[in-house]
């Protein structure tokens, strides 16, 4: 219902009505005003012409036996006069229409005692209303005043007459109205039904449908309106049409597209996406959602590198501008993680390398150089050429687990996987180790549970991850310590667990005990032919059999490796 009053019909009809009230209480004021004013001038002349009447009678006859006949003469039944006193000079009623006696004083009867016609209007204390009174002094032959003649009359009948014209007044307004209403509803509907027309043959090309076309009922300011209507619909169908196919072509070029595309508005909320953009960025994008939070980037740099997980982007930003007016941005993102992880094991292989060469090079160039120019006797000369070849071995075991390392990262997808007895694989581990044990007469105890199910796994990879968690804790452990070797099974995981007695790890270097070259202590794990490549390994190879490996460790107590793999 508000909504139909918001139409230009019933606007239209409104403004009519409006108008035609208006005008008739513009009417109604001025014709009120003017029939008041004229029937109270009417009886102010009547009474002001009693009251002369009645003074000029009592000129030089102020006796008291004539005055009520006087006041009767005036108080006749087709009279307006309703109340008539006479006064002396003094103010005292000398006669009156009501019998009233006693000392009367108005400012009109004041008035009238200094020579002048005085009126007023008040309250009639007999009746309810309003009465107007005159009050005329009273002149003898002397020219002196010898009373005052107060005389008043109801208004009631005025108000009457005037009530009457307000009803035939408002009577008349109401019918104006009516009649307006219907006139305005008539015209009105001419006007705003080619309105509706035009507006539901809008509604539908708005929907889509640009087959449309209006009917030209006249050839007015409607009808042009129609002609113009139609043409363009036909337009826009056309012009339409052209967009479209030029956005499909745009469409289908960048959804195709190797690189992510992200569009959004001035405001930052995305417009457009492909799924290059979704895949790269890990997010499930949507149009309306904005770009902040995703993509932190200032607008200002037109080339920026941002990680996003584990891939790192390059991100290219245009603006796209509009009369010098900046409307938005397109930012065309290209995945270089490959390009960044080559780079990056690069400089890590080219320093760590460096950085664990460089101290057995010099060793043995040392060593070399004492005995190229020294006489060295034949038992330092054993003894420096063992030492050579020892920092020699080290080097060829550096070099080994590098290639090893490499290897795997590069050859990851070509492993030999098969279905493995776990405990069969430990044990050959084991047999081969059990030497270096017994060398630092520590105890090697193996606890493997009966095998429920065989493990996929390659075989010599494996056999890689068992002899470096072993071999580390032989020779991180003091002699006559122990180690131990144990086997879980479960539904889903095949777990192995080397544990020991030996130093431990210290707290702080647990997070890091698997990075490369990392050691807890340099010096010691160099003394013991460490090259810090060996966990780095056993994790690398871990995670190519989709399993995990954790490790426990408390100083001085000893540690606790579990390898955790899936059967797949």
């Known amino acids: 219902m508000r909504s139909r009053f918001k139409s230009i019909q019933w606007k239209i009809i409104l403004i009519y009505t409006l108008l035609i009230l208006v005008a008739m209480e513009i009417i109604w004021v001025y014709l009120y005003k003017s029939l008041e004013n004229y029937h109270m001038n009417n009886f102010d002349n009547y009474l002001e012409a009693q009251a002369r009447g009645i003074s000029f009678t009592l000129k030089d006859n102020m006796d008291a036996k004539s005055l009520k006949n006087v006041i009767n003469m005036y108080m006749g039944p087709n009279s307006n006069v309703k109340y008539v006193y006479i006064l002396d000079n003094k103010g005292n009623i000398l006669a009156s229409s009501t019998g009233d006696r006693g000392k009367m004083m108005t400012p009109a009867i004041v008035k009238a005692l200094s020579g002048e016609i005085g009126s007023e209007v008040t309250d009639d204390y007999n009746s309810t209303g309003k009465i107007k009174s005159f009050a005329m002094p009273v002149y003898n032959s002397d020219g002196k005043i010898n009373g005052v003649v107060y005389i008043s009359g109801s208004l009631n009948g005025i108000y009457e007459t005037l009530w009457d014209v307000n009803l035939i007044l408002s009577s008349a307004t109401l019918f104006a109205v009516g009649i307006t ?50 043409f363009l619909s036909l337009r826009l169908k056309q012009t339409l049409n052209d967009i479209q196919g030029e956005k499909n072509k745009i469409e289908a070029i960048i959804q195709f597209m190797t690189d992510g595309v ?4 001035a405001k930052g909320n995305i417009i457009h996406y492909n799924e290059a953009a979704e895949k790269m960025l890990n997010v499930k994008l949507e149009l309306g959602m904005p770009i902040e939070g995703i993509l932190n980037l200032e607008k200002e740099d037109a080339v920026a590198t941002m990680n996003c997980g584990n891939k790192v982007l390059t991100v290219n930003i245009a603006p796209l501008k509009s009369n010098q007016q900046i409307e938005g941005y397109v930012y065309v993102l290209h995945d270089i993680t490959e390009q960044h992880k080559l780079d990056a094991m690069r400089k890590e292989f080219v320093a760590n390398v460096s950085h664990e060469l460089r101290t057995p090079l010099a060793t043995i160039k040392s060593y070399v150089e004492t005995l190229l120019y020294s006489n060295v006797d034949a038992e330092y000369l054993k003894r420096f050429l063992k030492i050579i070849d020892s920092e020699t071995d080290r080097m060829t075991r550096l070099v080994k687990d590098l290639l090893l390392l490499s290897k795997m990262d590069s050859e990851d997808k070509n492993l030999k996987f098969e279905h493995k007895n776990l ?11 059990s030497i270096e044990a017994h060398k630092k007469n520590q105890k090697l105890i193996v606890d493997l549970q009966e095998v429920p199910r065989h493990v996929y796994i390659d075989k010599d990879k494996m056999e890689q991850v068992i002899v470096n968690l072993v071999t580390n804790a032989i020779k991180y452990t003091p002699e ?3 180690i131990k070797v144990m086997t879980e099974y479960d539904e889903n995981f095949a777990t192995f667990i080397v544990e020991d007695n030996g130093i431990g790890i210290p707290k702080e270097d647990l997070p890091r005990i698997f990075e490369r070259f990392y050691r807890v202590d340099k010096a010691r794990s160099r003394e013991l032919g460490g090259t810090g490549l060996g966990l780095s390994i056993v994790k690398q190879i871990v995670e190519l059999h989709k399993g995990e490996v954790n490790i426990e460790s408390e100083v001085g107590k000893g540690t606790i490796v579990r390898v955790k793999l899936p059967y797949q």
């Open 181 to 230: 209403m219907v006139l305005g509803y008539i015209l009105s509907k001419t006007i705003t039904d080619p309105i509706k027309e035009v507006t539901k043959y809008a509604q539908k090309m708005a929907e889509g449908n640009f087959d449309v076309t209006i009917k030209i009922k006249s050839d007015d300011e409607i009808g042009k309106l129609g002609e113009m209507f139609n």
């Open 262 to 265: 992200v569009a959004t508005d």
């Open 423 to 433: 405990n069969e694989v430990i044990i050959d581990v084991i047999n081969r180790l």
């Open 480 to 482: 006559n310590g122990m």
